[in-house]
């Protein structure tokens, strides 16, 4: 009797510095949603309709991620660094999983909750920023780490980033 073996796993997974680097251009896109509210906060003008203007920003910035990946995974930084998001199950990203993998996106409302001083910060803001801190921090090494390189709601979202561009052998 033979022992049976299962096929290696031939997924091209993106690296870490792949993935970072579309990061960054996306992160750039939107940062263009915070201008203005930055610009008023800085001129001095305060308010609600201020605060309204950036949690319209986070929606939109999690809505670009959103829209860009549901479909065929690829928001304009994954485009340009030839990589997408995929189900596991499938080729294609449903929308239930680009909204779930997404939800870090909402991070930047995390700094109008927290006090400038995290030293007077309540409960609630401590666990805000402990969880930013432990998310920034920590999806860089559960993509290092884990097996299908994912962080931890892709972990969540069963989705996986993978390469598109197929990897062309080296010469020797």
Same mark, same amino acid.
């Given at each position: 009797?033979?022992?049976t073996?299962?096929?290696? $796993? @031939?997924?091209p997974?993106?690296?870490?510095?792949?993935r970072?680097?579309?990061? @960054?251009v $996306?992160e750039?896109?939107?940062?263009?949603?915070?201008?203005?509210?930055?610009?008023?906060?800085?001129?001095?003008?305060?308010?609600?309709?201020?605060?309204?203007l &950036?949690?319209?920003g986070a929606a939109?910035?999690y809505?670009?991620?959103?829209?860009f990946e549901q479909?065929?995974?690829?928001?304009?930084g994954k485009?340009l660094?030839q990589?997408k998001?995929?189900s596991?199950?499938?080729d294609?990203l449903?929308?239930?999983?680009?909204?779930l993998?997404?939800?870090r996106?909402?991070?930047v409302l995390m700094g109008?909750?927290l006090?400038?001083?995290?030293?007077?910060?309540? @409960?609630?803001g401590?666990?805000?920023?402990?969880?930013?801190?432990? &998310? @920034?921090a920590a999806?860089?090494?559960?993509?290092?780490?884990?097996?299908?390189k994912?962080?931890?709601?892709?972990?969540?979202?069963?989705?996986i980033?993978v390469r598109?561009?197929p990897?062309?052998?080296?010469?020797?």
């Open positions: 009797m033979q022992p073996s299962t096929p290696a $796993d @031939t997924t997974y993106a690296p870490l510095w792949q970072f680097a579309a990061v @960054t $996306d750039a896109i939107t940062l263009i949603l915070f201008a203005p509210p930055l610009l008023l906060e800085m001129s001095g003008t305060t308010g609600a309709w201020v605060l309204g &950036y949690v319209a939109l910035r809505g670009y991620f959103v829209f479909g065929d995974g690829q928001t304009i485009r660094l990589i998001v995929r596991e199950r499938q294609r449903p929308l239930k999983e680009a909204l993998r997404n939800l996106r909402f991070d109008l909750a006090p400038e001083d995290l030293s007077t910060a309540g @409960t609630v401590r666990l805000l920023a402990a969880l930013a801190i432990f &998310y @920034t999806a860089p090494i559960f993509i290092w780490l884990s097996v299908k994912q962080r931890p709601l892709d972990m969540l979202a069963h989705t980033v598109t561009e990897v062309q052998p080296r010469p020797l």
